[in-house]
């Protein structure tokens, strides 16, 4: 609000709308309590309207983008199992065919998920475990410390909560083609973008 009033009395203007942009949270974990909606309404609107009585300004129209509030939990990713190692008084990797490539977020900036074996979702987790990428990088971690029921090769690992900041953020890391994303509802399934094929990761290539 400082800037509006900037804006208007260096030049006049005055900014009748006012994106505030994002911020609204989701549940990745079952432990996250994120804000509501009410309550992150009334943070942003009170706000602004402290803000504008202070400054001796008109309230604008206030906006703001809830994007990642509306998809990232309507989105999930599945991976496939792969090899399984036990560090006896270490830690237990669980490898999976996908990781930074598909997921950059944990890598990043720390971000943290929860994961299920969407093939055995009745078992009971009662083992510790943490969940690698395929990428050969030490900070390839996906899951860390996580409770699964004891995988085998072959399970389906599922990461919910992907819907906002997945495949918007997939790369092609070491030449990794990007995975297919699967619209479904009730009960059908479809492909909405295809999954990326060796042709298409050599396409811009021009030869020698």
Wanted: aromatic share 6%.
């Amino acid at each position: 609000m400082g800037f509006v009033r900037d804006i208007k009395e260096e030049t006049g203007f005055v900014v009748g709308e006012l994106n505030t942009g994002g911020g609204l949270g989701i549940k990745y974990k079952a432990v996250d309590e994120p804000s509501t909606i009410e309550e992150y309404a009334n943070v942003i609107v009170d706000g602004v309207k402290e803000q504008a009585a202070q400054l001796g300004l008109a309230v604008p129209r206030i906006m703001v983008e809830p994007g990642r509030s509306i998809v990232a939990n309507a989105g999930i990713t599945l991976y496939t199992v792969g090899t399984i190692k036990d560090i006896p008084g270490i830690r237990t990797y669980v490898s999976v065919d996908g990781g930074m490539s598909d997921n950059l977020r944990p890598m990043l900036y720390g971000a943290v998920y929860e994961a299920l074996l969407a093939n055995r979702v009745e078992d009971e987790a009662h083992a510790l475990v943490t969940v690698a990428g395929k990428h050969c990088e030490s900070g390839d971690i996906l899951v860390r410390d996580t409770m699964l029921p004891y995988p085998k090769a072959g399970d389906i690992l599922c990461t919910p909560a992907t819907g906002a900041y997945g495949y918007m953020m997939a790369n092609n890391y070491n030449r990794q083609p990007r995975p297919p994303v699967i619209m479904v509802k009730e009960g059908s399934a479809r492909v909405i973008v295809r999954g990326e094929t060796l042709d298409d990761l050599v396409r811009l290539d021009t030869g020698l």
